[in-house]
């Protein structure tokens, strides 16, 4: 669960759409934002070194 399921009435939709349309603006201006995506796989772990020799790769 986000914080953002938890922060926002889900059962208004009005009040749930007012502050999904705010989102994009919020994270813009943030200095940080994260995301808990779950428990990582395999998959998403040697995806992550690819990721991270890549960057360390590009000029």
């Known amino acids: 669960m986000s914080i953002d399921a938890i922060c926002i009435d889900q059962k208004n939709l009005k009040e749930r759409g007012h502050q999904v349309q705010q989102m994009g603006d919020i994270y813009k201006q943030a200095e940080r934002v994260l995301f808990w995506l779950g428990a990582g ?16 790769l590009s000029p």
């Open 41 to 56: 796989t395999d998959e998403t772990d040697i995806f992550i070194m690819s990721m991270q020799l890549l960057h360390k």
